[in-house]
């Protein structure tokens, strides 16, 4: 078990370095650099050279390298080009926003999927259970950001319930807050959840076909209660590393939905550094974005380990 | 499998058995809803080639907004742009984009992958790492990136959805491969002094091959919801080039009094990723040896 541990903290250690790597050389390897791309065609070699000064960016790559990486390790991303403030602080207030908009959809997304999944595996040979697959299988095929306008369109602008845009923070005013949460959870949480029933459905299928649920149910318990005592932890197991997977997808989605919903979010910043060409900015978001994947990753290989006990010595 | 634009993480489930010709089903009700949606998909971008209502670029400012009416079916958008035509249109930027970037996926994580399956431990080990790590850079990731370094254009896109989705191909022709490979067949190739090259030519890539299809028509889907994901954002194709996705985006703006813009290039979106969903679904159901036990 603790080899097993420390085997994949290895791996994980590695891909972060080898993901920075990536990320430093996309950015750093540019036609023109960061000075340039962020100063425009019009500005001077003077100015460009007092920009690269300042930022460093005039260095070998290797020193600029080891200069990013090491701030990275002590939570200093560097400056934005453009406002010149900590890129870090700028990731910290925005991440909060995002971590809250990931973790309200992926509520929402449980709360689909676990009753509707396990409804359609109980039911798979009913018409309501095949009138569920059908549901979840066009739900997944609605993009998140096309939920979220059609659900601006009956809750916002036709029902007036609750508001198109913005964010207010969980302090100022709580119930402004959850209103202003409710439908981007929603349109994020939708979407995934209807991808997420589809593995809960096959999970619990296939653990409804196994002996020992057959054995319980023969020494006298009835179906539910055979796969709440049972079925469940075994159906744990496929569904715990799609919700790893979904996990990731809802952050990324974050991006596209705090567009849609205007929320000062991770993806917000990310697409403004973008349009303001402040790569370092950009540079930082994205190595967040992808050490938050990688973490994920980690975490449900990691707890894959625990639930499948088959898998420790492996 | 896992879609939505959230989703776009790649389907990474490695088969067990490879399939043989002789063992394929008849199509299935999600293979043949699939298959006409995609039909319709692809009809709509074919007849955009020779006609459309209306040149989908043009604008009018006489007729802006007018809902649905007997001259223009779907009604016209803000600049007074039919809504069909763009429609149309559409259908053949995102088909282009699934194309190209289902076949930079498959062209880089089929050999990847055959490679992996037929190398030694290490090397396996290499690629298998590689492609884990690049899973760590979804392709809106990879797609922003891009745009950050270089002009975002529906290139950017293509080559973005590509490379994010090569993973996924490597690790379905690496499990494949490795099945192949232990078969008498392949040992029996192998005692007659015949070349890995050789081997994996003419044994394995036709082996492979259905799992591929499957694979394909799965990464199409999402293909599709990135492509549209991304031109919401301006991540993809630029005006005045008709995308579903900006389409969506461009509605947003006059969601209060046409809720309808919204609507159409929606179902598009919608109907053509679950055209993709479904047919990937019904082969695999036709072409997964695995299933038969289900049944």
């Known amino acids: 078990m603790l080899l097993t541990v420390l085997r994949r903290t290895a791996v994980f250690v590695a891909s972060i370095v080898a993901a920075s790597v990536l990320v430093f050389l996309f950015m750093a390897v540019l036609p023109g650099d960061a000075a340039e791309v962020s100063l425009g065609t019009n500005a001077t070699p003077e100015a460009v050279a007092a920009v690269r000064a300042e930022f460093g960016t005039d260095r070998p790559l290797p020193t600029q390298y080891v200069d990013w990486a090491g701030g990275l390790l002590t939570g200093d991303f560097g400056r934005s080009l453009i406002s010149r403030e900590s890129v870090t602080a700028q990731i910290s207030d925005r991440l909060q926003v995002t971590m809250i908009l990931v973790f309200a959809a992926m509520v929402v997304s449980l709360l689909i999927a676990l009753p509707l999944g396990t409804l359609?595996?109980?039911?798979?040979?009913?018409?309501?259970?095949?009138?569920?697959?059908?549901?979840?299988?066009?739900?997944?095929?609605?993009?998140?950001?096309?939920?979220?306008?059609l659900l601006v369109a009956l809750f916002s602008v036709t029902l007036g319930w609750f508001p198109s845009s913005g964010w207010t923070a969980p302090d100022d005013d709580f119930v402004g807050f959850l209103r202003q949460l409710a439908l981007p959870a929603i349109s994020l949480g939708l979407v995934e959840g209807a991808v997420l029933t589809r593995y809960v459905r096959s999970a619990v299928l296939e653990v409804l076909r196994e002996d020992f649920l057959r054995t319980a149910r023969a020494k006298g318990l009835?179906?539910?209660?055979?796969?709440?005592?049972?079925?469940?932890?075994?159906?744990?197991?496929?569904?715990?590393?799609?919700?790893?997977?979904?996990?990731?997808?809802?952050?990324?989605?974050?991006?596209?939905?705090?567009?849609?919903?205007?929320?000062?979010?991770?993806?917000?910043?990310?697409?403004?550094?973008?349009?303001?060409?402040?790569?370092?900015?950009?540079?930082?978001?994205?190595?967040?974005?992808?050490?938050?994947?990688?973490?994920?990753?980690?975490?449900?290989?990691?707890?894959?380990?625990?639930?499948?006990?088959?898998?420790?010595?492996? | 499998m896992s879609t939505g634009v959230a989703g776009m993480a790649p389907d990474v489930q490695e088969p067990a058995v490879v399939a043989t010709p002789r063992r394929r089903r008849p199509m299935t009700p999600s293979m043949r809803i699939g298959l006409t949606l995609v039909g319709l998909i692809a009809l709509l971008a074919l007849v955009s080639f020779v006609w459309t209502p209306y040149d989908p670029t043009a604008i009018d400012a006489d007729a802006r907004?007018?809902?649905?009416?007997?001259?223009?079916?779907?009604?016209?958008?803000?600049?007074?742009?039919?809504?069909?035509?763009?429609?149309?249109?559409?259908?053949?930027?995102?088909?282009?984009?699934?194309?190209?970037?289902?076949?930079?996926?498959?062209?880089?994580?089929?050999?990847?992958?055959?490679?992996?399956?037929?190398?030694?431990?290490?090397?396996?080990?290499?690629?298998?790492?590689?492609?884990?790590?690049?899973?760590?850079?979804?392709?809106?990731?990879?797609?922003?990136?891009?745009?950050?370094?270089?002009?975002?254009?529906?290139?950017?896109?293509?080559?973005?959805?590509?490379?994010?989705?090569?993973?996924?191909?490597?690790?379905?022709?690496?499990?494949?491969?490795?099945?192949?490979?232990?078969?008498?067949?392949?040992?029996?190739?192998?005692?007659?002094?015949?070349?890995?090259?050789?081997?994996?030519?003419?044994?394995?890539?036709?082996?492979?091959?259905?799992?591929?299809?499957?694979?394909?028509?799965?990464?199409?889907?999402?293909?599709?919801?990135?492509?549209?994901?991304?031109?919401?954002?301006?991540?993809?194709?630029?005006?005045?080039?008709?995308?579903?996705?900006?389409?969506?985006?461009?509605?947003?703006?006059?969601?209060?009094?046409?809720?309808?813009?919204?609507?159409?290039?929606?179902?598009?979106?919608?109907?053509?990723?679950?055209?993709?969903?479904?047919?990937?679904?019904?082969?695999?159901?036709?072409?997964?040896?695995?299933?038969?036990?289900?049944?």
């Open chain 1, 222 to 314: 009835t179906r539910s209660q055979a796969l709440v005592r049972h079925g469940l932890r075994n159906a744990a197991i496929p569904v715990v590393t799609v919700l790893g997977l979904q996990l990731a997808a809802l952050l990324i989605g974050a991006v596209v939905i705090e567009r849609v919903y205007v929320i000062p979010g991770l993806g917000s910043l990310l697409l403004d550094g973008v349009s303001s060409r402040d790569l370092l900015l950009v540079q930082g978001v994205v190595m967040v974005l992808v050490v938050a994947v990688l973490l994920i990753n980690y975490v449900v290989d990691l707890l894959y380990t625990v639930i499948d006990p088959r898998l420790r010595g492996s």
């Open chain 2, 65 to 295: 907004l007018t809902g649905s009416s007997a001259s223009h079916i779907l009604g016209t958008d803000k600049f007074g742009r039919d809504v069909l035509s763009q429609i149309m249109w559409g259908a053949r930027t995102t088909l282009f984009v699934g194309v190209v970037a289902v076949g930079v996926a498959a062209l880089l994580g089929t050999p990847l992958g055959v490679l992996a399956g037929m190398a030694p431990r290490g090397v396996d080990q290499f690629i298998m790492r590689a492609c884990d790590l690049l899973l760590a850079f979804p392709a809106l990731l990879l797609a922003i990136m891009f745009g950050a370094v270089f002009s975002a254009s529906t290139l950017t896109a293509m080559l973005a959805i590509g490379l994010a989705t090569v993973p996924a191909f490597a690790r379905i022709a690496r499990g494949g491969t490795l099945q192949v490979v232990r078969s008498e067949y392949v040992l029996a190739a192998r005692s007659a002094g015949r070349s890995r090259w050789a081997i994996a030519r003419r044994h394995v890539l036709p082996n492979i091959a259905p799992l591929l299809i499957v694979q394909s028509s799965v990464a199409f889907g999402i293909a599709v919801l990135a492509e549209a994901a991304l031109s919401f954002l301006g991540f993809g194709t630029k005006p005045p080039n008709p995308s579903w996705g900006r389409m969506l985006q461009e509605s947003q703006e006059t969601l209060h009094s046409t809720p309808m813009l919204s609507v159409w290039p929606g179902l598009a979106i919608a109907l053509a990723v679950l055209g993709f969903n479904m047919l990937g679904d019904g082969l695999r159901d036709r072409f997964d040896p695995r299933l038969d036990d289900r049944r």
């Open chain 1, 120 to 149: 359609a595996a109980a039911r798979h040979q009913r018409g309501s259970g095949l009138a569920l697959s059908g549901v979840s299988q066009l739900g997944a095929a609605v993009p998140a950001f096309l939920a979220g306008i």
